[in-house]
């Protein structure tokens, strides 16, 4: 079974603060890719990384970093130095090699961002 | 940038009523779909398209229909609006092309309708 888990489902902190969003996955396949992607109040989901897995390198994107653990099937994302402009619904994502239109999101995790 | 856009923001319908929802993409993407947004359920697959005229069952088909009668749209029909049909609906599109050995393109979304069926 293909699952998702952000277990967190409302995280609050102050600016400049540094956060971690996890994600937790299931999966039997052996390759699979990973997504987050942002939801701003506006509405619209925007795309911030893939991951495969045969990449467990971690990425570094400014503020944002990723952290892919596949011991631990984990995926967590981490904003560096907060800003009120990250305040928004994350939502972590996974699909398979095979089944490459089929999308596994998680339920999101709210990000509030306090001046 | 790939603009994927949804007739409408805010939608409000009475149950019973055959309600059409609109997407439009215009990156001539072959793959199209359809999600549910609610609370603490994350986004579910209500359908997708691959292709004109095709369609395929996400997991949540019950009560939905889609269109696709051409490359750029894809319709979501609610044959007859329920109540517990009150819900964000997402649009998304994405390439089928093979990239790093993959054909798992992120996906691009619109801006959602919100529906509210009385």
């Known amino acids: 079974a293909q699952k998702v888990t952000q277990a967190q489902t409302e995280i609050s902190v102050v600016e400049k603060e540094d956060v971690t969003l996890d994600c937790v996955y299931e999966t039997r396949d052996t390759t699979y890719y990973l997504f987050w992607y942002k939801q701003p109040p506006s509405g619209e989901l925007v795309f911030l990384i893939r991951r495969n897995s045969f990449d467990e390198q971690n990425e570094i994107s400014g503020r944002y970093s990723w952290n892919f653990q596949k011991s631990t099937s984990s995926f967590n994302f981490t904003i560096t130095a907060s800003q009120v402009v990250d305040s928004a619904v994350y939502f972590c994502a996974l699909s398979g090699l095979y089944n490459f239109n089929k999308f596994y999101f998680g339920s999101g995790t709210k990000l509030n961002v306090k001046p | 940038d790939v603009k994927v856009t949804q007739s409408s923001r805010y939608l409000v319908k009475r149950t019973g009523e055959k309600v059409f929802l609109e997407c439009v993409q215009d990156?001539?993407?072959?793959?199209m779909f359809w999600y549910r947004q609610d609370p603490g359920l994350g986004l579910r697959l209500i359908y997708f398209?691959?292709?004109?005229?095709?369609?395929e069952k996400g997991d949540i088909p019950e009560g939905y229909s889609v269109s696709r009668e051409k490359k750029e749209r894809f319709s979501l029909i609610l044959e007859s609006a329920s109540t517990n049909q009150t819900s964000m609906y997402l649009c998304?599109?994405?390439?089928?092309?093979?990239?790093?050995?993959?054909?798992?393109?992120?996906?691009?979304f619109g801006n959602g309708t919100r529906l509210t069926v009385t």
């Open positions: 990156m001539d993407h072959e793959n």
């Open positions: 398209s691959y292709d004109v005229k095709m369609k």
């Open positions: 998304a599109s994405s390439p089928l092309i093979l990239q790093g050995g993959s054909y798992n393109s992120p996906l691009h």
